[in-house]
């Protein structure tokens, strides 16, 4: 019980710290989140041999939590209503940073479409968006 406690002091500790900003970025997280949910499930599982009920069903909760939200991607950017994407919206729909190369942006909107063309079960809307990122960070 000392350690949780002290893990959530730490936990409390970094976020006072950061001061509500996010310390990792999308990518980070869902792998932090995924060895997480990994590490609470072995240890449900360690603390259900040892007969710890309470714990377990716990670190099982926990677990499966971190297990779904390493898996959630989140929502795509929405164009803005004026038709013009702006270069921040194309840069998150693509996940490529300010300083990507043309190169960079062309191999991170293959990797995008194959997943997200209407052929591989993907939307037409989705594939509209992508283009048009594409597009706009070609072009700028």
Known sequence: ????????????????????????????????????AIVALAGAAYAGLRGAWEPAIVLVVLGLWLAVSARRTGLAAQPTPGGRMS????????????????????????????????DKGGTSGLAAQLNAARDRLLKS
């Open 1 to 36: 019980m000392l350690y949780l406690a002290l893990g959530c002091a730490a936990l409390w500790l970094i976020l006072w710290a950061s001061g509500g900003k996010p310390i990792l970025k999308r990518r980070e997280w869902r792998f932090l989140s995924a060895a997480f």
């Open 87 to 118: 270069l921040d919206e194309a840069r998150s729909i693509l996940g490529v940073g300010p300083d990507a190369t043309p190169e960079e942006i062309q191999a991170a909107y293959s990797r995008l479409m194959r997943l997200a063309h209407p």
